[in-house]
């Protein structure tokens, strides 16, 4: 995703590496680079010039702290009003209503049938909901068809009328239906063109007066740059939607549609689709974006994955251990399972800050805690809880137990107490806090 916008920001980054502050020339040099890579991206063009202006204003008017390199604080600037630009935080997505109900629009081929099911998708096995899809699209009977497959494989039910011309008539009915069935979201997917035009604005606007929709999104395709705001614009000028679907961010869309639609149209992008398949889609997040276009990873999916394994039960008790000096080998070796189950370790590795492009070629294999599970196997239940009796007869038992060598199994003894030892002192750290605390 944006891969050249990436590489060519970061190299406009470097002119300022290795100079001892921000200055009006160096950021001016540094700024035209960055201006161009974002127009060659396909960035509008009062878009591009804004958002260069006001870097420009941020990092010159910033005195530069001697811990913070200029090339580094140029890159934070940066990072933040790319996500401004983007909205700068998550849009909110309504779907409280009896039912509620979301209109889509947007031209033909824009992916709005498929994000139809992906959003129907998601609200059932994430929100617990019961959605409806509706098939208002009275030209094409293979884009009914569509919805009936895709609705079918997710086990939701389709409202569609066969051989009716009259979309208003059709979506107004499926809302009755939807009450009566007990469906609490009622996605309406609408029939696009190629292009736009006079007979298909008058038609969507036509639904949208009668339905009254909870959110009306319209639908783009990202591949399509500068065209998807230009289309855009005149969709919200009719439709005054409430938000963007942003489609095929796994192509390589080049990022344009992204970075302006926001300042362009004024309304935020809710949703991203990176695939053909159903669950595909991702809410959006601008920061993230931002972070991920200055390949900086992506922190927070990687902190969203370690909650799913979080325990809270088994952190107490962690917590209570490490406090008593109790942190044993049965402990570290939970963690280490614990951090397997979180995914395929070279994916998880390419999400921390400034990694992703160094391990881009490399081979990790899910193997890497292999050694050290075996060490930690071949101890005697006494040792993995008091790793102090491994004198060196032991070690040599354990090199031998584990097939490793008594190097390996000395290195994980050090790091092990090593661990224990910054986590005793992270441990009396807040222990001290939460005394401070308590006594205000
Ligand atoms: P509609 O005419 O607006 O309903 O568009 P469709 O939902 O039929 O999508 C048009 C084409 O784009 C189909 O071949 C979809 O599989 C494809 N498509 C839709 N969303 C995505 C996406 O996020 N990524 C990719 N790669 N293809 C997509």
């Known amino acids: 995703m944006f891969e050249n ?23 001016a040099e540094t700024l035209k680079d960055v201006r161009r890579a974002l127009l060659d991206a396909d960035v509008n063009y009062n878009v591009a010039k804004r958002f260069t202006d006001d870097v420009k ?29 983007m909205g700068g935080t998550a849009a909110e997505f309504k779907i409280d209503g009896n039912p509620a109900v979301i209109l889509m629009s947007g031209l033909q081929g824009s992916g709005k049938t498929t994000f139809s099911a992906k959003l129907a998708n998601l609200l059932k096995s994430k929100n617990g909901k019961k959605p409806m899809m509706v098939a208002c699209d009275v030209y094409r009977p293979a884009a009914i068809e569509q919805l009936k497959v895709l609705a079918n494989q997710l086990g939701v039910p389709v409202y569609s009328e066969e051989g009716s011309k009259d979309p208003v008539s059709i979506a107004k009915h499926a809302i009755n239906e939807a009450k009566n069935q007990g469906c609490d979201v009622v996605i309406v997917d609408t029939a696009g063109r190629l292009a736009i035009d006079e007979e298909m604005m008058t038609e969507i606007a036509a639904i949208k007066k009668a339905i009254n929709p909870t959110e009306t999104l319209f639908v783009v395709d990202s591949m399509t740059g500068q065209d998807a705001v230009n289309t855009a614009k005149e969709f919200n000028e009719r439709l005054d939607f409430d ?3 942003l489609t095929k961010l796994d192509g390589d869309t080049r990022g344009g549609a992204a ?4 300042k362009v149209v004024d309304k935020p992008i809710k949703f991203v689709g990176t695939g053909e398949k159903v669950d595909a889609l991702d809410l959006f997040h601008p920061d993230r974006m931002a972070d991920r276009i200055l390949g900086m990873g992506d922190i927070i999916s990687l902190v969203e994955r370690a909650q799913q394994q979080y325990d809270e039960e088994e952190a107490k008790k962690l917590e209570a251990k490490i406090a008593k000096n109790q942190f044993d080998f049965n402990d570290f070796l939970s963690q280490i399972q614990q951090v397997k189950r979180m995914g395929n370790l070279k994916d998880l590795v390419s999400m921390i800050p400034g990694v992703g492009k160094m391990v881009k070629d490399m081979d990790i294999s899910d193997d890497a805690f292999k050694g050290i599970e075996a060490i930690i196997y071949s101890m005697t239940p006494e040792e993995r809880k008091h790793p102090s009796l491994l004198d060196g007869r032991r070690r040599k038992r354990l090199a031998m137990g584990s097939g490793t060598s008594i ?3 000395n290195r994980l003894i050090t790091q092990f107490d090593q661990i224990r030892k910054v986590m005793k002192q992270l441990q009396g750290g807040k222990a001290a806090k939460m005394a401070k605390m308590a006594s205000r």
């Open 5 to 27: 916008l990436s590489e060519r920001l970061e190299r406009s980054f470097k002119i300022l590496k290795g100079q001892g502050s921000i200055t009006e020339l160096n950021v």
């Open 57 to 85: 204003k941020k990092a010159i008017g910033r005195n530069v702290l001697t811990a913070v390199k200029p090339n580094e604080l140029m890159v934070k600037i940066v990072r933040d009003e790319l996500a401004e630009l």
């Open 243 to 245: 938000g963007v679907v």
């Open 259 to 262: 970075l302006s639609i926001r």
């Open 407 to 409: 190097q390996e199994v």
